[in-house]
């Protein structure tokens, strides 16, 4: 009997243990009584009836990631092209999740090709090549809308590779290469055009410059010459002012010391003697040449007595 009792309490604890249900975190727990929902244990300890609950599903709650295989689709201009696409979603009801459709993530990758073929349908091969931003959101809203039953939300869709046909490649390969080349060509005549600009100016500046140059050259050697003229003007009047100046003070002499007529004609033959010892090709005489030349013969003869 003692040991029947034993196992009769290991077996009661053991099955309160197993009643006793811990939920990690980012995590629930669907729970069933007799195969039907009963309700959603989230986050913590929780207790279930023995024998009659069980946990029927556990399901994340973290974002998840699901990277479909390329998908074939045909854009508006009939070019067929493979896309394969990176879906992030996570779950918001566990309970639509667990009841709402059998395999979500097939689910979701079927949904998920419908719809890029209804996206892609409606656009040219350039608009699907440079317009990923768009597809992205289309395909994000439709997907949030089309998965709202099934307790999933879309958070993000993103398209991982285009890839078009191997012809379409290669044209584009050639297209862009002719692009480039273009535009190096652009490139090298604009840098050569700039490059003429700017030694036509230099050339033009140094002109400028040396035509200035010359210029102030040409005025301070007119100025210097100016300058030399007034200094020799200068110097010249000066000269004649002090040889009058002395002519007057000679002439005042004379007549403060009383001399006559006689000494001033005398004076008048001196300067006449100069006059004619000059580089002078005219001499002009005075008309009484006559009455000069008698007042010489008198000063001889006072001189000889």
Avoid at 192 to 199: A, F, G, N, R, W
Avoid at 226 to 249: F, P, S, W
Wanted: glycine share 4%.
């Amino acid at each position: 009997m003692p040991y029947i009792l034993i196992a009769l309490i290991v077996v009661i604890i053991f099955i309160l243990i197993r009643c006793i249900v811990i939920v990690p975190q980012a995590t629930a727990y669907v729970m069933e009584r007799l195969g039907a929902y009963t309700g959603t244990f989230n986050v913590g300890v929780h207790i279930k009836v023995p024998i009659l609950d069980r946990v029927a599903k556990r399901v994340s709650l973290k974002e998840q990631v699901v990277d479909f295989a390329p998908q074939p689709v045909i854009t508006k201009d009939n070019v067929t092209m493979r896309i394969d696409t990176v879906v992030f979603f996570q779950i918001t009801d566990p309970r639509l999740f667990s009841y709402g459709v059998e395999n979500p993530i097939m689910a979701i990758e079927n949904l998920t090709a419908t719809t890029l073929r209804n996206v892609i349908g409606e656009m040219e091969l350039d608009q699907t090549l440079t317009s990923r931003e768009v597809i992205n959101t289309k395909m994000r809203s439709n997907l949030d809308v089309a998965t709202d039953p099934w307790g999933i939300k879309v958070n993000r869709v993103e398209l991982k590779n285009i890839i078009p046909p191997a012809a379409i490649q290669d044209a584009m390969e050639k297209q862009m290469k002719a692009e480039r080349e273009r535009r190096e060509a652009v490139t090298r005549a604009e840098g050569e055009k700039t490059s003429q600009i700017l030694v036509a100016e230099g050339k033009k500046e140094s002109a400028i410059l040396e035509a200035e140059a010359e210029k102030q050259s040409a005025i301070l050697r007119a100025e210097a010459q100016k300058e030399k003229t007034i200094r020799e003007a200068e110097g010249q009047a000066e000269a004649i002012l002090k040889v009058q100046q002395a002519n007057a003070d000679g002439i005042r002499m004379i007549k403060e010391a009383g001399a006559d007529n006689a000494v001033l004609q005398i004076k008048s033959l001196e300067a006449l003697k100069d006059v004619a010892n000059g580089q002078s090709t005219k001499i002009i005489i005075p008309s009484d040449l006559q009455g000069i030349a008698g007042l010489a013969t008198t000063f001889k003869e006072v001189v000889s007595k």
